[in-house]
T-cell receptor, first 111, second 115 residues
Framework: SQQGEEDPQALSIQEGENATMNCSYK?????LQWYRQNSGRGLVHLIL?????REKHSGRLRVTLDTSKKSSSLLITASRAADTASYFC???????????FGTGTRLKVLA | DTAVSQTPKYLVTQMGNDKSIKCEQN?????MYWYKQDSKKFLKIMFS???????INETVPNRFSPKSPDKAHLNLHINSLELGDSAVYFC??????????????FGPGTRLTVL
């Protein structure tokens, strides 16, 4: 299967704590993106990191990319109850238009 | 104005029926994708259209036929529905077709239940 893998599958933390989720993929990529999906909704784009970048920040989000290990991590700092959602990584393979999504991490932030 | 809309939001139907899901975008993006999200939340690409031309067609049964009458619309028609077709279907317009640094804008989804 080409499906990317994310871990953990589920994560439960207290408000104010940091949340880290990881993504592994299988092919060489142009870029890697992270999306959030609230229950019953479509996915919303959070952040994109290019294959020649190693780290990127956006507000409380920090993404790292290690192309040698074919892995990425998403860190959400100072989490809030509103961050409760499923988080997916998506890769775009070199030379294609095809997005391959990871299996997702379900994050629950307890108030 | 909603950027990406899908109708219907919920669709409950019997096995064997034919149904359509409609997607409309006002973003002006050239490329549109259809995804299927199953009960385990796995999201899989089904089709992609660029300027009304099919550019990605995954191993989807030919009971599924996407139609793009114009750049703003990408509809999904499904013939002879089966139980395994039950899922949430998302359309997602994309500006540069996925190869560059663009992103996808997902519709709200259509939850299809086949009885």
């Amino acid at each position: 299967s080409q499906q990317g893998e994310e871990d953990p599958q589920a994560l439960s933390i207290q408000e104010g704590e940091n949340a880290t989720m990881n993504c592994s993929y299988k092919t060489s990529i142009n870029n890697l993106q992270w999306y959030r999906q609230n229950s019953g909704r479509g996915l919303v784009h959070l952040i994109l990191i290019r294959s020649n970048e190693r780290e990127k920040h956006s507000g409380r989000l920090r993404v790292t990319l290690d192309t040698s290990k074919k892995s990425s991590s998403l860190l959400i700092t100072a989490s809030r109850a509103a961050d409760t959602a499923s988080y997916f990584c998506a890769t775009v393979s070199s030379g294609t238009y095809k997005y391959i999504f990871g299996t997702g991490t379900r994050l629950k932030v307890l108030a | 104005d909603t950027a990406v809309s899908q109708t219907p939001k919920y669709l409950v139907t019997q096995m064997g029926n034919d149904k359509s899901i409609k997607c409309e975008q006002n973003l002006g993006h050239d490329t549109m994708y259809w995804y299927k999200q199953d009960s385990k939340k796995f999201l899989k690409i089904m089709f992609s259209y660029n300027n009304k031309e099919l550019i990605i067609n995954e191993t989807v049964p030919n009971r599924f036929s996407p139609k793009s009458p114009d750049k703003a619309h990408l509809n999904l028609h499904i013939n002879s529905l089966e139980l395994g077709d039950s899922a949430v279907y998302f359309c997602a317009p994309s500006l540069l077709g996925g190869g560059g640094t663009d992103t996808q804008y997902f519709g709200p989804g259509t939850r299809l239940t086949v009885l």
